[in-house]
C-alpha cells in the first residue's frame, strides 16, 4: 500500500508541474503573442514592438527555458521519491 500512495503523489506531482509549466507556456506564446500583443506595441526590443518578439522568438525561448526547468524539477522530484537512475 505505501508504494501505491508513494507513486500516485509522484504522478501527482508531476502532472501537477507539467500543468503549470503549459500554463506558464501558454499565457507567453498566446497571451503575449496574440491577445496582450496591442498592449504590448508601445515596448520596442530590438528594434520591434515586444507583442510581435513574442509572437516570433519569446514563446521559443520560454519554452527552452521551460524544457530545462522541467528537466531541473523533473530530477528533483524523482529523488525526492527515490526513482532516479
Keep these: 500500500m ?3 500512495s508513494s ?3 509522484y504522478w501527482a506531482a508531476n502532472i501537477r508541474l507539467i500543468r503549470i509549466l503549459l500554463v506558464i ?3 507567453a506564446s498566446f497571451g503575449c503573442g ?3 500583443r496591442p498592449m504590448l506595441s508601445g515596448i520596442g526590443v ?3 514592438d515586444l507583442g510581435f518578439w513574442f509572437a516570433q522568438q ?3 525561448l ?3 527555458v521551460l524544457i530545462f526547468v522541467y528537466a531541473a524539477r523533473m530530477n528533483k ?3 525526492e521519491h527515490g526513482v532516479e537512475e
Design 62 to 64: 520560454v519554452f527552452l
Design 2 to 4: 505505501a508504494d501505491k
Design 25 to 27: 507556456w501558454a499565457v
Design 34 to 36: 496574440i491577445l496582450l
Design 77 to 79: 522530484l524523482d529523488r
Design 58 to 60: 519569446g514563446s521559443i
Design 7 to 9: 507513486s500516485n503523489a
Design 46 to 48: 530590438g528594434g520591434t
